[in-house]
């Protein structure tokens, strides 16, 4: 039985228009057509003084835990039990922000992302589709590791599944996330913010490497996400054949921009976690070396996302959410509009980008034969003004009305 929204106005992120007074109808969980409404439709959905437009996706969260001012120790003195029921938390916030998919990018205890994902998807708790990768592939003490202990502390085998210093190393990694549930494959190709003592401008695997993530994951028709900050070490990410790069938060220069363009790699900047820590300065409780290295790629990360704006470079949405509080994903989309994209174009990262970097033809756009996850906003007419997307009314997943 199918059932029916009438919406005030569609937004058509594909065509990049507005669509007045249009039938949704569903059945199945998914959209059978969007058309214009008549007046002879029997029972809906009055969704007549909205605007309804795709449900978002955040190509970079990590549901798991909860950090304690910057540190990542918590994993640590926590359970995983703890891990999984802040999971809980933080999906059901991320789908009340009107984010019904996510790229999960890794949890520092293997597999939980994982069982979250399933747990979601039988309906034992709400939150969005997640797409998990299990854990991070990381170089022994690089920015997948936790590197704050005494060199005398030994971390339990589950914290360091995806620890690889070779080649070979990395494969075995690959199939072993693989193995426990994986959709996708992160890799730590630099050095990273939180983990302390790692340089984030700093490459810290070959292009061999990399590229032996990329062809093992290949194997199981899987693709790589690479965490890269400094350009070198994107640079090898891109040329190794990563699908999407992860922050790029300092790269510059015409070498890595040629290549994300000749490689058609998506870039998901992080802007906004920058911009968010270092607006909270001293009071976060956040280390001091955190915060000096977000200072330094403030105004860098604005100048990488600008140029690749500008050079026509696939943009595609991920925030990093776990270092700011989840559902507030969508406040990034301010820094993509400070740069000159325009409201479609900012919703179109956040949509059909996402679900094509993805992989996913059944994600990201309101068109038959996806499923019917969309937002509602009351009173909104057009995306114009980008933030009426910080306050979504009405969040539907799978035809079914969640928020
Ligand atoms: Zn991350």
């Known amino acids: 039985m199918p059932t029916i929204y009438r919406a005030g106005t569609v937004a058509d992120v594909r065509n990049r228009t507005l669509l007045a007074d249009q039938a949704i109808v569903v059945d199945e969980q998914r959209i059978v057509s969007v058309e214009p409404w008549r007046a002879t439709q029997a029972s809906y959905t009055d969704l007549s003084d909205c605007l309804v437009a795709p449900g978002l996706i955040d190509l970079h969260t990590h549901l798991i835990g909860d950090l304690d001012h910057g540190s990542n120790t918590p994993f640590l003195t926590k359970s995983a039990a703890w891990a999984a029921l802040a999971g809980v938390k933080n999906a059901a916030a991320t789908l009340r922000a009107g984010f019904t998919t996510v790229r999960d990018l890794g949890t520092f205890r293997a597999f939980i992302d994982c069982d ?44 360091r599944v995806g620890v690889a210093d070779s080649a070979d190393e990395v494969r075995r990694a690959v199939r072993t996330f693989i193995h426990g549930g994986a959709d996708l494959i992160k890799i730590i190709a630099t050095g990273a913010g939180f983990a302390a003592g790692t340089v984030p401008g700093a490459a810290e695997y070959s292009e061999d490497e990399i590229r032996a993530a990329v062809t093992e994951a290949a194997n199981y028709g899987k693709y790589v996400a690479a965490h890269a900050h400094g350009t070198e070490g994107a640079l090898r990410a891109v040329r190794a054949g990563v699908r999407t790069l992860d922050h790029g938060s300092y790269i510059e220069g015409d070498e890595i921009f040629d290549a994300l363009l000749a490689h058609d790699t998506y870039y998901v900047p992080t802007t906004y976690l920058i911009h968010w820590l270092d607006a909270q300065g001293s009071s976060s409780g956040f280390p001091e070396e955190a915060r000096r290295k977000v200072r330094a790629a403030v105004d860098l990360s604005m100048d990488a996302l600008g140029e690749a704006v500008r050079r026509g470079v696939k943009i595609a949405y991920g925030t990093d959410a776990i270092i700011f509080p989840h559902g507030s994903n969508a406040l990034q989309m301010l820094d993509f509009e400070a740069v000159g994209m325009n409201g479609f174009d900012v919703l179109a990262s956040a949509t059909i980008n996402s679900a094509e970097a993805l992989g996913s033809a059944d994600v990201g756009a309101l068109e038959p034969g996806r499923f019917a996850d969309f937002v509602a906003i009351r009173g909104a007419k057009s995306v114009d003004d980008i933030r009426v997307f910080q306050q979504i009314d009405l969040v539907v997943k799978g035809g079914e009305m969640v928020v």
């Open 116 to 159: 979250l994902r399933d747990a979601i998807n039988d309906g034992t708790v709400i939150g969005p589709r997640m797409f998990t990768t299990g854990g991070f592939v990381t170089t022994s003490t690089g920015g997948g590791e936790i590197t704050d202990l005494a060199l005398d502390i030994e971390l339990p085998p589950e914290f």
